[in-house]
Nanobody, 126 residues
């Protein structure tokens, strides 16, 4: 049974840091392109980071240089290190498995999402 469990969210002040985790079971992250999405208050869910099966990463401009994806293949867990947080980063954060192992030429995973984590809330106060 495929399961993704998001954790690590919380409340921080502007400039603070958080590390989110996505613990996976039912498949190996070494075989899939994984992605992070977020949904802010009153906004649509948006993609902002991806990591292919080999660990290559891409980021949206809004988080480039501040957020970093990493993988622990032994723990079968995906991480998102978030630094220099801003109030506009406030959102529910979701990890996702996509139906491919690779990134597209445009930088995202080359196929859509088939499984989602339950989300973890990040709140950044000014």
């Amino acid at each position: 049974q495929v399961q993704l469990v998001d954790s690590g969210g919380g409340s921080v002040q502007t400039g603070g840091s958080l590390r989110l985790s996505c613990a996976v079971s039912g498949f190996s992250i070494s075989n899939y392109c994984m992605a992070w999405f977020r949904q802010g208050p009153g906004k649509e869910r948006e993609w902002f980071a991806a990591s292919d099966s080999a660990g290559r990463t891409t980021y949206a401009d809004s988080v480039q240089g501040r957020f970093t994806i990493s993988r622990d293949y032994d723990k079968n867990t995906l991480y998102l290190q978030m630094n220099s947080l801003k109030p506009e980063d406030t959102a529910m954060y979701y990890c996702a498995r996509t139906m491919t192992y690779q990134l597209s030429g445009a930088g995202r995973c080359a196929a859509g999402v088939d499984y989602w984590g339950q989300g973890t809330q990040v709140t950044v106060s000014s």
